[in-house]
T-cell receptor, first 115, second 114 residues
């Protein structure tokens, strides 16, 4: 079936604007993750959902970052009042609970540039 | 908190040769999982190989194999018969048994020379 998709692929925002990034996980995948990948770095965990429940949001860098998954499928990561340090690639991943290793499948990412 | 360290920012290898990428990690846990992910330029991250900490046998997937040294907290990736399509960023990642999130290293950029 289709893999994880993310939109938009590229987003340019002026400092202070709000942005919304969308993730469509693999159909039937219970778990959904958001990661932030700064240029030349490894991804860093932001938040995790199991179905519609946000079970871990310990990686969100500030209260300007908000994520939701209201129906347990599509998720949106919202960043309010964007700052230059928010410039990064935002990766979404999903996994099924049927595999005990819970392998995560990644989307192509959204590259956010804040000017 | 767990940390993952990849000490080689860049590596290069001749096509058809063998290359080893290093990864060390710090944890006080005994049960966990380790992964190597490949991220080609402008393409999405894909899983290369995984290792369960409770398994002593090193994982192998075709040309990719790992050397897992639990006591030394080391998890290196060996790529045999390197191909041009292997060029990418490679990330080592750790996941606790009781958690879901992945903790990544800084990555190693692998170049394949024809």
């Amino acid at each position: 079936g289709a893999g994880v998709s993310q939109s938009p692929r590229y987003k340019v925002a002026k400092r202070g604007q709000d942005v919304a990034l969308r993730c469509d996980p693999i159909s039937g995948h219970v778990s959904l993750f958001w990661y932030q990948q700064a240029l030349g770095q490894g991804p860093e965990f932001l938040t995790y959902f199991q179905n519609e429940a946000q079970l871990d949001k310990s990686g969100l860098p500030s209260d300007r970052f908000f994520a939701e998954r209201p129906e347990g499928s599509v998720s949106t990561l919202k960043i309010q009042r964007t700052q230059q340090e928010d410039s990064a690639v935002y990766l979404c991943a999903s996994s099924t609970d049927r595999n005990p290793i819970y392998e995560q499948y990644f989307g192509p990412g959204t590259r956010l540039t804040v000017t | 908190a767990q940390t993952v360290t990849q000490s080689q920012p860049e590596m290069s290898v001749q096509e058809a040769e063998t290359v080893t990428l290093s990864c060390t990690y710090d944890t006080s846990e005994s049960d966990y999982y380790l992964f190597w992910y490949k991220q080609p330029p402008s393409r999405q991250m894909i899983l290369v190989i995984r290792q369960e900490a409770y398994k002593q046998q090193n994982a192998t997937e075709n040309r990719f194999s790992v050397n897992f040294q639990k006591a030394a907290k080391s998890f290196s990736l060996k790529i045999s018969d390197s191909q041009l399509g292997d060029a990418a960023m490679y990330f080592c990642a750790y996941r606790s048994e009781g958690a879901q999130k992945l903790v990544f290293g800084q990555g190693t950029r692998l170049t394949i020379n024809p």
